[in-house]
Structures are given as C-alpha cells and as structure tokens.
C-alpha cells in the first residue's frame, strides 16, 4: 500500500486523456460567440414563422423547436464570461457578411404559401451545418479544461437531431408533387451555395479542414 504522501499523478491510471484541445482559449470564445449569434437568428425566424405559417401541425413543432434554440443561446451566454475576461455581446456576432446574407436569404419567405421554403432552409440546411459544426467542436475540444462546454453541446445536439428529424418529416409531409421536389430542391441549392460561402456557421474552417500540413508525411 502507498504512503499517502507519496506523489501521485493527476488523473487516475486508466484516465489518459490530453489536456490541450485544438482551439485556444480566443477561438473557443469565437465560436461560442458565433454559436450564440446563431441559435439568436433561428430563435427568432421560427418565432416570427410561428405566427404566420398555416398548417398547425407545422406552427405547433416551430412553436417548441424556437424555445430550444432560445435555450441554445442562453447556454452559450454562459459560456463566454467563462472562457475569458471578455464582453460577451462583442463576441456575440456572425463571423462575415456572408453569413448575415444567409440568414436574410434564409428569412426572406414571409408569405403563408411558403412553408415549404421556410422548412427547406432550416432543416435541410442550417440545422445539419449546426450539427457539423457542434460535433466538430465535440470531437476537438479538451474534455479536461473544457468540460462545461462539452456538456452544453452534448445536450444542444440532443435537440438538433431531434428537431432535425422532425423538420425532415414535416418537409416530407408538405411534398406532394414533382412541382414541390423541385421548390425545395432550387430553395436548398440556393441556401447552400450562400453558406459555403461563408464557410459555414463559425466561417473559414468551422469543421476543420481536409488540407495536410505535411504531404511528404502521408505518401511516407
């Protein structure tokens, strides 16, 4: 048996975790900024949407699914003032231009006969680029010195594959003729095209990148 004053590492034999993360402590609170600028803008589309849309079975699910992404934001405000000494509606911001033009594009039907596009551009688009982006940040984070935040997107994904499931199933149920393929069809394309653009919703490099640092490296 050890002395108990014998000298013992920090985390226990069968723990051998890493303690660095890929993004230092200024990018985590970049993307959580973004993070929280994000679920802000699709809280309130699916509010203002809840109003208009038609089909009640449509209305009720938007009525829950903006109370999540309120809830998203909530989690993230939290976060900044813990990851850094910083005003957190500074960090609170898109990361360019080419993400606003998408959130405008992406709010533009306001017509009750547009269902179909408002549902296209959030769940066949920005919701499966949230979930890209969370799980990216899942996978890369320290999950010693930055397990707060590995808990937040844990249950926010949670939500995002639920919702998105919906959303799918919501979207199925309004497309009836090969007319309705082709709105969603021209309405995805058009939203996607403007959010490649922007590189996705924390910009250039949001998911990583397939580029290699060391080509000699990998044909070695």
């Not at 590492?9 to 990018?27: H, I, M, N, Y």
């Not at 934001?73 to 000494?85: G, I, S, V, Y």
Request: net charge negative.
């Amino acid at each position: 048996m050890p002395e108990p004053s014998t000298p013992r590492p920090a985390f226990a034999p069968w723990d051998r975790r890493e303690l660095p993360g890929s993004f230092t402590v200024e990018e985590s609170a970049k993307r959580a900024g973004h993070y929280k600028w994000i679920e802000m803008r699709l809280f309130e589309a699916l509010g203002g949407w809840v109003a208009t849309v038609p089909e009640l079975d449509v209305k009720m699910r938007l009525g829950t699914h903006c109370y999540h992404h309120a809830w998203h934001a909530e989690l993230w405000h939290k976060r900044l003032p813990e990851l850094r000494e910083m005003n957190p509606d500074r960090l609170t911001e898109p990361p360019n231009d080419d993400m606003v033009r998408f959130v405008d594009a992406l709010t533009e039907p306001e017509a009750p006969e547009l269902t179909l596009e408002k549902l296209v551009g959030v769940y066949r688009v920005l919701i499966p680029h949230k979930i890209a982006a969370y799980t990216y940040h899942l996978n890369n984070t320290s999950t010693i010195t930055d397990a707060p935040t590995i808990r937040s997107i844990r249950f926010i994904l949670q939500d995002e594959f639920d919702d998105w499931r919906d959303g799918e199933m919501m979207i199925q149920s309004l497309i009836a003729t090969p007319e309705d393929v082709q709105r969603a069809a021209d309405r995805q394309r058009d939203l996607e095209t403007i959010m490649v653009a922007a590189g996705g919703i924390c910009g250039p490099g949001t998911i990583g990148s397939t580029e290699i640092d060391d080509p000699q490296e990998v044909s070695a």
